[in-house]
Nanobody
């Protein structure tokens, strides 16, 4: 069992940066791949980024490549999403998720989900 709690969201101007954190409970955290997804109002949940259990592999949506960076600290049971050069279209609720496989972009590959943190980017 893994419980996930996101933090770090907020309101930022276009071009700004935010760092999201996801704190995990559960001893099996370090065996899970971790992903970040987002959902904007009226839109489906979409993949943002993912990282393998040992940080060897990462995966990014084309829309965030070169702007976002995912990382994890297994000693702290945490995963992070550094978001730079933010755009209004990045506005969404951001969710972290844990899954037993690799750094998948498919939401159904993830077993555990957090409650989400709101990111709003003003133009």
């Amino acid at each position: 069992q893994v419980q996930l709690v996101e933090s770090g969201g907020g309101l930022v101007q276009a071009g700004g940066s935010l760092r999201l954190s996801c704190a995990a409970s559960g001893r099996s955290f370090r065996t899970y791949a971790m992903g970040w997804f987002r959902q904007a109002p009226g839109k489906e949940r979409e993949f943002v980024s993912a990282i393998s259990w040992g940080s060897r592999s990462t995966n990014y949506a084309d829309s965030v490549k070169g702007r976002f960076a995912i990382s994890r600290d297994n000693a702290k049971n945490a995963v992070y999403l550094q978001m730079n050069s933010l755009k209004p279209e990045d506005t969404a609720v951001y969710y972290c998720a844990a899954g037993p496989g690799g750094p998948s972009s498919r939401h159904y590959d993830y077993t555990y989900w957090g409650q989400g943190t709101q990111v709003t980017v003003s133009s």
